[in-house]
């Protein structure tokens, strides 16, 4: 075994089978994105190839077992990351059918819509996921659709009262779905009981779309082109009282309504959690993406030459400091968003096969997801960009994949809500646990009970934690600027920074919730980039405590050395990142901090002889990258 | 006159005409891109619209008066940008044809070349440009293809020695060219004379391709879908002696080589220069299309809500803090590279102009174009994806058009050589002047010499040069923290940090000058991001100059007044992204860079009521954003 193959076994995680299996199934399917092709014809050859997906299981792996379904949560998320690396038009049609909409019938419906799971597996049912309306993208809990029912005939009428609560962006809506899982106010006996999901037929078994819906299509877009995206109306359109998906809310046949979760927020927030699996696939799959772009552009670097000395040979581009400040970092990144993915997959598996959900880690794995699908998703456009730029005018060739990979993850950034809501939905999250053991503390008595506790409601207890705490207990004291190698204070460097943002919006935030209305927002409003910060450090910790825990589990020396010197740039990177804020708040030394770029710039150069192993460890084999130019030389 | 207006003006400069004039011809041409159309309609409409421009003077400007032309080089470059304010693929074809090969044929052509001039114009004869290899995109003067002169027919014979010698990334290549300027090693009597530039007839009048040359189509790209860029390779293609463009170098019938430029580099470099316009056009263009983004993103801010008060209407976008903090600084960027653009626009102007061109001038001009194409096309990438994101799913539709702009833009940021390639032909120049300076002093001695001299060196003398340094005289000594608000305190930071990059970058490189070969080149890529950073802060400080000038030109007090509002959010931002920088050398203080973002918030939360005059003062009129979205509200 080579050393990029110990590499590649360490990234692939626990559910590498998947991984192999796809990589031999997926590349037989020849699944590159034709630019030839027009509209209607990418969309009906995206819909064969997710046919051709069914007889893989993979589709079938996300769904409960007594459903029909293969009852293996975390081999549906890698599987969707897998297509990522093939195709972002088929996996995000794949991510509609049975991520968003299979998944909405299976976790909001109850017994009376379990015989759909099988024939939406099988893709006997082709559905849409109706959820964002023009006037409302992140805030769902305010959107305008309404389900009034109707006890006479049993039915609810589902109307767009607005043109801004027309549907859009829903993919499969423009031309392949006879169904959709339209999320709108249940209104019974005149009361609103917030948003719920109801299946709504919108075309019949011949492609007519019926009566009372309206479907308008979103054409072309950025990117995506085999995903047929479209808006969807209701005009009065009634359907049966049992379309109703209706785990968390019912309406009995007089009209009554019931539900397991009294309170209207939590309940709503309890449908939305359902939802996680999907954040976590948005995010592992621009991740996947962002592998294959720097697979492409490492590679590009270890054959292109340019300048170099009279008489010389040309230099090749990884040879030049600025190239390997521009690729290095972001592999390294790239390594370690990995390992905090394949960590959240494990813990998203764990959750969704237990009977009973712990409720607290439910909590935290959402915000989480949150945080790094904002966080991998920026890094996505950030390093395919940077890639199409590092192989200049050869880059913007389609035959190259670069542009078609940045057409189509540049909505990913703003897919399950916009990124800068996601963070403040982590931050929120983070506050919360806090406030909960801070609450009804005055601000001294605050500080005193932050000091002495903050450290272990920040820092969960997980399978790593001693290990994370053996290294930060070994951390060596002092100034030394060779102290910033060391992982030890690289982690509490990480941790520290953390906890003093989340204290200080805290006490900022406390304030707000004294005051009352318009000065409330203020308050909010003016600390809304420091929640984002906040948000950005809890991930940037996480991820380097998932890498810290990933080469410990990594079993093969040499392997592990050389993931400690990738981990070592991840780190130094972020550190340079927010050097400003190390500095102001005298975590780091002004004379430490001038000495920053240069120990990173040292490790760059100790890390390039292994580019071609880190490239091969991302483990896109060289023959799927489908980048022309490669193939040249 | 409303506030925009004068704004407006303002920002117009002195080819106001020019904008006025294409904002109302342009808008009646119908010019948006069109995705239903596959390759070849794309590019024969945008070919049909080329020929539309030619009434409009806009191409004629570029040329001498003498030769058949507007004698208006301002015009020209105003010209390509509004174009740019269209559609992109328009410009990029409108700038290969009369930029780049209308550009070689007059400035390095002679008089024997003057008769095409008018059928060029009139595109009559359609050319392209020749001169990146696969093998060699920015590294021109190593280029491969071989023009060998034949004394016994009085020939060149052009040929593509190798595959990695074919011209590729050509513009009018693929389909519409019949003539392609080449630019090719010029042999002589056996000996290399280095590269020059020859007019290569590749197809004949019904468009067939000439034997010997062999045309590739680049087919799909990032975006540009209405340029039909291409591969040239040429076997053994015979031309007339007299098809060498022969102002720098000629060759005699008996096949002897004479130049009025004895140094080979100096030579080469004296061609490139030629290629100024060009760099100032990518540059212009490139902001030109951020100014269409922002102005869509600006007015989709005021009037799209999202979240707020139970209760009350939603919030608009733009009173988010954090939605100001993602627009503003990019629209006050916006306005201060525009300041920079027109400023080295006229400079052009007058230096394309004179009958004898300052060479000192020439070669300031040439660095800070190339710099300021880096600068503003990164710009541009950033603030057109940073609008996608901040319109969400509706940013993502092709019918708003940012996508489009997007896929566009990409690949200005390696148009003319990578950014990074730009940046650090500022920092020669820079250091080049510098070395002219300090040459031969010891250490101690140039120590002592940069400190009393090198203010001058570093800054030119501009007309406004006395204004700056009447404000930087009168900035406040101490260390409060609003200081950072004093115009004299931002010019002297700015200053400052160039001076002091320059400095060390010298010492640096001044031991590379006694080292050799490897050492040499050791010393040289270790000081590669010392270059790029002190590229960047050039221009940092160029800029912050030009928009002051530009500030004390406008005799509308209450534009002035906002103006310098956005000029100090440019300052306040630039300052934020470098903070580090300034902390760990001593410039500005932990106490004072903590307060930095809140004086930032507080500077955007006051531009917020000037939202709306901002993006009118863009000039870009709201009727030809061509953004679906803006106008369903």
Known sequence: MTLSDEVRIALDGKWRHVREQSRTELAAMELAYDLDLDIDAARERTLRQLHGLVPTGVPAAGFRTEHGGGGDPGMAVTGIEMLAQFDLSLMVKA???????????????????????????ELDLVGCYAMTEIGHGSNVQHLETTATYDAETQEFVVDSPTPSAT???????????????????????????????????????????????????????????GVDNGRLAFHQVRIP?????????????????????????????????????????????????????????????????????????????????????????????????????????????????????DAQ????????????????????????????????GAGYLAENRLTVLRGDIDVFTTFEG???????????????????????LDPFGMVRFVAE???????????????????????????????????????????????????????????????????????????????????RAHVDRVVLEAFTAGIARCEDEEAADLLRQ?????????????????????????????AVTQLLNEQLAELRPHLLTLVEGLGVPEETLGAAMLLKQ
Chains 1, 2 share one sequence.
Not at 103 to 115: P, Q
Not at 418 to 436: C, F, G, I, P, R
């Open 241 to 357: 009282r049992v379309n109703l998906l209706n785990k968390y809310g019912d309406v009995a046949e007089d009209g009554t309504y019931s539900s397991p979760i009294d309170d209207v927020n939590r309940r709503f927030f309890s449908m939305l959690g359902t939802l996680v699996r999907g954040r976590i696939s948005v995010g592992g799959s621009a991740l996947a993406a962002a592998e294959v772009a720097l697979s492409i552009a490492g590679r590009y670097a270890l054959q292109r030459r340019q300048f170099g000395q009279e008489g010389e040979p040309e230099v090749l581009l990884a040879d030049y400091r600025l190239h390997q400040r521009r690729l290095l970092p972001l592999l390294a990144r790239s390594y370690a968003y990995r390992f905090a993915q394949n960590q959240q997959v494990s813990r998203m598996d764990r959750l969704q096969r237990a009977t009973e959900p």
């Open 167 to 225: 549907k859009d962006y829903i993919g499969n809506a423009a031309a392949h779905a006879t169904v959709a899982a339209v999320y709108a106010q249940l209104v019974t006996r005149g009361e609103n009981h917030g948003v719920h999901c109801f299946l709504v037929p919108i075309r019949d078994d011949q492609g007519q779309v019926l009566e009372g819906v309206e479907v308008g299509d979103d054409r072309h877009k950025g990117g995506l082109g």
């Open 361 to 392: 880690q439910q909590r935290e794995l959402e915000g989480r997801a949150a945080g790094l699908k904002a966080i991998m998703t920026w890094h996505a456009s950030r390093a395919i960009n940077e890639s199409r730029e590092m192989c200049g």
């Open 566 to 594: 990738v981990c070592t740039v991840y780190a130094l990177s972020v550190i340079e990142d927010d050097l400003a804020w190390f500095m102001a708040h005298n975590r780091i030394s002004d004379q430490r901090a001038k």
């Open 418 to 440: 916009d990124n800068h809501v996601m963070l403040q939905l982590l931050s929120k999250e983070l506050l919360t646990s806090y406030a909960k053991e801070v609450g009804g």
């Open 453 to 535: 506790t903050v450290a272990d409601t920040v820092r969960e207890r997980t399978a790593a934690s001693q290990l994370i705490q053996r290294l930060i207990d070994a951390a060596p004291a002092g100034g030394d600027a060779h102290d910033l190698l060391d992982r030890g204070t690289q982690l509490s460097l990480f941790e520290d920074r953390e906890q003093h943002l989340i204290e200080t919006a805290a006490r900022r935030l406390q304030r707000a919730a004294k005051a009352k209305g318009e000065e409330a927002f203020r308050i909010f409003n003016d600390a809304q980039d420091h929640l984002i910060r906040c948000g």
């Open 95 to 121: 991510g509609v059918q049975w991520g968003l909409f299979g998944g909405a019938v299976e976790n909001l419906g109850t017994e009376r819509h379990r015989d759909l799971i099988p024939r939406l597996i």
